[in-house]
């Protein structure tokens, strides 16, 4: 079971590479393009390659240890983001109700709202010929004495519809991994929402009525406070100057890589071994004119990797500026990139925007 994990892992490492290549070159071809039909061809594809994606966010969630990448976020505005994608083009009725001040949450952002998405995904599944879906949120405090969580401050995410329902023999059955009831279905969609939660210290469970509709109750530990979520403003691209070294070996990423950045405004120089990376660090610092910024691949086979190189080119140089990247979005460092010497974490596969907008960021310090 835990080479299992390891191998589940390894092909989730090695996708996002893969899948770094395909988004970064068409989230660049996207900002390029002034939209018509090539920019609906591009959306498709990109839309395809982040079905890819949550596929190895299942990998991961499954392989031994899946450990979120944890960060404060807003609730109020990931819900938002996921109900707007799911209900574009569907004929179901959409209510999407939000309390006032919703808690943010501090956690792997992208796996809940994978999870939270997989159930409006089978909601409107479940109602072929119409109905209404409602996603809904709230503030809550849990006392002493409940049954399934320690006390504390929760949020409650509720999905229903009004669709066919689940009958009673299956409702128990309906987390289990291929557990599916659909001819085209994979059956793990509840699994994955079902893992990424407890992983999250949360709880699932779901009510059903067959017939008349399904009722999806989700309960994720808040952090007690609302936080302003990100204005549409700070994901404009924002262009910038300077040189930017690379650690990375995957030559499908390094050529993606190279193309964003110089878009971007910045110079790229690559290097494929951590030794090599901080040899290069020195010499440019000795000669007065040091990187803008380091991005460092974790893993780099046969050689010094970024995790290693990252706390080596810290101690010599603490004014730098270094962006830990991996596919292996599970691992440590990723989740607690800062008392590793990082500065920022940029998980693979990222898109155009992403890198802007860290770069961006890591500038504006
Ligand atoms: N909202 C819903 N209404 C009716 N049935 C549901 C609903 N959500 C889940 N199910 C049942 O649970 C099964 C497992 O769901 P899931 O893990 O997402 O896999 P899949 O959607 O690929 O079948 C579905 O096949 C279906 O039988
Ligand atoms: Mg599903």
Known sequence: MESLGALAGGIA??????????MANLSLLSARSGGGENADIIRDTLEAARSAQLLTTHLLAFSKGGKPVKKEFSMEKSLADIFTLATRGTKAAHDLRLSEGLWSVEGDEGQIKQSINNLLVNALQAMPSGGTLTLAAENTELTAGGAVLPPGKYVRVTVADTGIGIP????????EPYFTTKTQGHGLGLS?????????????????EPGKGTQFE?????????IKPETARDREIVKGAGRILMLEDEHIVIRAARRM????????EVTEDGAETLKRYDAEAAAGRPFTAVIMDLTIPGGMGGKEAGAELR??????????????SDEPVMADFKSFGFDAVLPKPYRYEDLAETLSRLARK
């Open 192 to 208: 994955m929402t079902w893992s990424v939660v407890k992983n999250h210290g949360g709880h699932v469970e779901a009510s059903s």
């Open 261 to 268: 950045i110089s878009e971007l405004g910045y110079e790229c």
């Open 315 to 328: 101690r010599r140089h603490p004014e730098a500026v270094i962006i830990v990247s991996s596919g292996y």
């Open 13 to 22: 490492h090695d996708f996002n590479n893969m899948l770094t290549g395909i």
């Open 218 to 226: 989700v309960l994720l530990p808040a952090t007690g406070r609302n």
């Open 168 to 175: 009673k023999d299956y409702l128990a059955r309906v987390f």
